[in-house]
């Protein structure tokens, strides 16, 4: 793939951007995409108001709403595929939802090229884990509350890409981070359970406060926070208005995509059950806030500080997710890290403007197989294990669970970007964007990603060892085997997926032919190996190496050994929560009780004492009031003598 | 020679008895009589001022202050009549309920 096909897509697709295009109306089967909403919103309605009553069919129905809406979804993507590229955009209006004088928002749903790519994942990939999840927690009471949830969340994240406007989006933004809350707290009498829950809805808070400012200022800015009107007017907007909002719209994705600084809460995320962590905390709301970016792809591609700022937001966050899945023993938190260290691909690819959005989405789609795979792997062996999340207790799993363990392998050697596997052809393009972009920053963001992919290679490799690889430890009272059909065939799907889906997206520029009118094209064309490929390739398979030196060659000792200092601050996730109790927690509360002082003080103090003056005065006053006629009389006397007296002076 | 002076100064003298009654009696029929004897300075005061001045104003307001009194002395009477059948008592300072 060279210049000169790339050449007359750049030019056609640079008209298009330049003139953003208009959404038209929906119609035929695209005009019924409110059941996109609809369908799972029945599912999450009849499961979670019908009780006990539907106990015995409940998981079959909250698996079908999913399926039903992927069905829909393929088939409204089938239509769009009948439009020619420009007229691709359309929206379609459900109800008028806020009318209040120029306040006036439809619940309006877009359905672009952008938007079917994340809902064909959603419901594609969100059905093969509701399947999954029938055979992972058959054996939990409270499977169909465990359901009506998911679905819940599918009509949330559903709702946050097809809203037209951001007040829409930010609606759905809100029930997923609900829906993530709810599921990860689902075990609810863990007390770790409750309290991950806690941690991840109030980071996530944070970063909703940036995403809803942001709104509050398109509003306050262009009178409008429609997709259209926004981007219609963000033209004339100044640019300290453009680097505000992008700076905001920053904050939000780094709260929803567990990116540095709000990243702590990703990893304590995975007490909720492992579909969810598949689900949610993996394939898609995690990567709602590279949705935010490319999405607002005109405003941000006004200001190059705001893109600047995300590129090294995601640079930072793909090294420490990564170092932080190095020494995790949980396999769990290990492809948690990984999941905070891919995102951080993303971000950095989206904060590169067109020359990378196409390639964040195709990572992020990508990502959406093999990390979905990867966890359903883990989930499905620690099914087996009696729950046991430790890497340390598994080994020799591969003779046993050839299934997941072949299906893992391949989300492995995907996720390492190990040609011709799904990672190779979207991560590539991203750590060569970053290096194209040329200067101390493009080198630096490049050099980032190239070492992450390395450090990627390490902790996956070894991932695999410690789990996989022959020598067992774990207990007597264990007898693992092969996990269900219902369990292995959404891996194996997922698997398939791993292999081709980079390859289907990037090969033959399938994605940015489609996404082109939307995102615009990057400037400079790359070959499908170019010397960033062989580097990385280099650095993976010293990373493979290392992790093979240390894992595989040698006995995994079943205690942790002390480890280095970075293996120490790794394992505490980096100090993450330490640092957010020394700088936010503790000078908060100091903060608090400052103010409880100030207020018992100071305030209360005023008020009281204001009070006791005018209760004691009056406790005395009223002792003239004394009940004796003749007392009353003399004060009468008094009081006449003293006029006559006053009245006498004023005549002399 | 009467002269005015002469009426005001019996008047003054008593008011002042009758002020002096009003505060160190108990008894709450002496304490009437000195009101009224308060009154009836008032009411000396007005007719010589009247007729100092050759008016009638003064001896009106004379009459009135006789026809208030004598009304104010039925009612009074009435309740103090009430008082000491319940409590056996015409003492003013017994009557003290009414207090903070």
Not at chain 1, 327 to 352: C, F, N, V
Not at chain 1, 507 to 513: A, D, P, S, T, Y
Not at chain 1, 565 to 587: C, F, Q, S, W
């Amino acid at each position: 793939m060279t210049g000169s096909v790339h050449g007359a897509l750049m030019s056609h697709a640079l008209a298009a951007a330049s003139s953003t295009p208009q959404p038209l109306h929906a119609t035929g089967i695209q005009n019924a995409a409110w059941l996109l909403l609809a369908l799972p919103g029945l599912g999450a309605a009849v499961l979670l108001l019908g009780g006990k009553r539907t106990n015995s069919w409940g998981h079959l129905l909250g698996v079908a709403m999913p399926v039903l809406a992927f069905a829909y979804a393929v088939a409204a993507y089938v239509q769009m595929l009948g439009y020619p590229a420009g007229q691709r955009v359309r929206e379609l209006t459900v109800f008028q939802w806020i009318d209040v004088g120029r306040f006036q928002i439809p619940l309006g749903l877009r359905i672009d090229q952008l938007s079917i790519c994340f809902v064909l994942l959603i419901t594609g990939v969100g059905s093969l884990i509701h399947i999954f999840a029938v055979g992972y927690m058959a054996n939990d009471p409270e499977r169909r509350r465990f359901f009506g949830y998911m679905n819940l969340f599918l009509v949330a994240m559903l709702l946050l890409v097809l809203g037209s406007n951001y007040l829409a989006l930010y609606a759905g933004w809100e029930g997923v981070g609900l829906a993530s809350y709810l599921l990860i707290g689902f075990w609810q009498y863990k007390p770790t359970a409750a309290t991950a829950a806690k941690k991840a809805f109030i980071a996530n808070r944070v970063g909703d406060a940036g995403l809803s400012v942001a709104i509050m200022l398109m509003f306050a800015q262009f009178g409008s926070v429609t997709f259209t009107g926004v981007f219609g007017a963000i033209g004339s907007a100044s640019h300290g208005v453009a680097t505000a909002l992008g700076l905001l719209l920053l904050l939000g994705a780094c709260g929803k995509s567990a990116q540095v600084p709000l990243q702590s809460w990703l990893l304590d995320a995975m007490e909720g059950p492992t579909p969810v962590s598949a689900l949610i905390h993996a394939a898609t709301m995690v990567t709602a806030g590279v949705y935010l970016i490319v999405r607002s792809a005109p405003i941000f591609n006004l200001t190059a500080d705001a893109r600047l700022a995300v590129a090294i937001v995601g640079a930072v966050t793909l090294l420490v997710g990564a170092i932080i899945g190095c020494a995790k023993d949980d396999i769990k938190k290990a492809l948690a890290g990984s999941t905070m260290s891919q995102i951080g691909y993303m971000m950095l690819a989206a904060g590169l403007g067109p020359a990378g959005y196409v390639f964040a989405i195709a990572h992020l789609l990508a990502h959406g197989f093999f990390k979905a795979g990867l966890f359903l792997g883990a989930g499905a062996v620690k099914h087996e294990m009696n729950d046991e999340v430790d890497m340390r207790r598994f080994g020799g799993l591969w003779r046993i669970m050839p299934i997941t363990w072949v299906t893992f392998g391949l989300g492995y050697l995907a996720i390492i970007g190990v040609p011709p596997l799904s990672g190779f052809f979207t991560k590539d393009p991203i750590i060569e964007a970053a290096f194209d972009k040329g200067g101390v920053s493009g080198a630096l963001l490049g050099t980032a990603a190239l070492i992450g992919a390395g450090i990627t290679a390490f902790y996956m490799t070894r991932v695999m060892y410690m789990t996989f690889a022959d020598g067992r430890r774990w207990d007597d009272g264990v007898h693992p085997h092969e996990a269900p059909p219902v369990m292995t065939s959404p891996m194996v799907v997922l698997a398939i997926g791993s292999v081709g889906a980079g390859a289907f997206l990037i090969v033959g520029n399938r994605l940015l032919n489609f996404l082109g009118p939307i995102t615009g094209v990057p400037p400079v064309s790359h070959g499908l190996w170019t010397r960033y490929s062989t580097a990385t390739f280099i650095l993976v398979v010293i990373g493979g190496i290392i992790a093979w030196a240390l894992y595989g060659r040698r006995e995994v000792p079943v205690t942790a050994p002390v480890g280095s200092p970075v293996t120490v601050a790794a394992r505490k996730d980096l100090y993450g929560d330490a640092i957010n109790e020394g700088l936010l927690m503790r000078p908060g509360q100091w903060l608090t009780r400052l103010s409880v002082f100030f207020d018992n003080r100071g305030l209360d103090g005023l008020v009281n004492t204001v009070a006791a003056t005018f209760g004691g005065g009056s406790g005395r006053l009223r002792r003239w009031e004394s009940g004796f006629v003749r007392s009353y009389a003399l004060s009468m006397l008094v009081g006449a003598v003293l006029l006559v007296g006053a009245f006498l002076l004023v005549r002399l | 020679m009467v002269t005015p002076a002469h009426f005001i100064a019996l008047s003054v003298i008593l008011f002042v008895i009758g002020a002096v009654g009003v505060l160190v009696r108990r008894n709450a029929i002496v304490v009437f009589m000195s009101v009224e004897l308060m009154l009836n300075a008032a009411n000396l005061a007005f007719v010589a001022f009247s007729r100092m001045h050759g008016g009638l104003d003064g001896q009106v307001i004379a009459f009135f202050v006789m026809v208030v009194a004598a009304a104010e002395v039925v009612v009074g009477l009435a309740i103090l009549t009430a008082i000491f059948r319940s409590r056996r008592s015409a003492s003013v300072d017994d009557a003290n309920l009414m207090k903070y």
